[in-house]
């Protein structure tokens, strides 16, 4: 597998989920649940992004097709 790869995906997540803590520390209790579901919409849609143009751009050993 592309171990520096799953080195970085880590690194994001681990990011993501500080700045998750971050964000909802500086909001009030009300609008908490808001800034989870915004910043899970966030990882979901960038990880989606990142599979569908990143990874085929990233490695063009594998023919260099978008998203394969």
Do not use: D, P
């Not at 910043?39 to 751009?57: A, D, E, H, L, R």
């Not at 063009?60 to 978008?66: E, M």
């Amino acid at each position: 597998l592309f171990t520096w790869e799953l080195l970085a995906f880590g690194a994001v997540l681990m990011l993501q989920i500080s700045f998750i803590f971050f964000e909802s520390g500086s909001v009030s209790t009300k609008t908490t649940q808001a800034v989870l579901n915004k910043s899970t919409y966030v990882f979901v849609v960038s990880s989606i992004t990142w599979y569908c143009f990143g990874f085929g751009f990233g490695n063009q050993a594998y023919g260099g097709f978008i998203g394969t």
